[in-house]
Nanobody, 119 residues
Framework: QVQLVESGGGLVQAGGSLRLSCVASGSTPGTYVLGWYRQAPGKQRELVADISSGASTNYAASVKGRFTISRDNAKNTVYLQMNSLKPEDTAIYYC?????????????WGQGTQVTVSS
């Protein structure tokens, strides 16, 4: 089991910045791929970015160049630095931890944090 607690959401004007944090606790969180997903009203949850334990990163095309994901394994924390925010970035952002120990796939979610970007 992995527990995830997000913080850092809020209201910001277009062009502004926010940094989200997610602290992972429980069973060996350092072995998981940590990431951020988001879900806007009426839309499906989508991957924003994720980062492996070895710091390999993966970004959605819509955020590449504006968002940066990082992790501090000593603190079991993953960050999402969001710059040049746009109104279409408005969503609930969820922290995620996942790994596969075949045939089992483990995935855990945080409670979500609201990000609202005003135009």
């Amino acid at each position: 089991q992995v527990q995830l607690v997000e913080s850092g959401g809020g209201l910001v004007q277009a062009g502004g910045s926010l940094r989200l944090s997610c602290v992972a606790s429980g069973s060996t969180p350092g072995t998981y791929v940590l990431g951020w997903y988001r879900q806007a009203p009426g839309k499906q949850r989508e991957l924003v970015a994720d980062i492996s334990s070895g710091a390999s990163t993966n970004y959605a095309a819509s955020v590449k160049g504006r968002f940066t994901i990082s992790r501090d394994n000593a603190k079991n924390t993953v960050y999402l630095q969001m710059n040049s925010l746009k109104p279409e970035d408005t969503a609930i952002y969820y922290c995620n931890a996942k790994k596969s120990v075949l045939p089992v796939r483990y995935t855990y979610w945080g409670q979500g944090t609201q990000v609202t970007v005003s135009s």
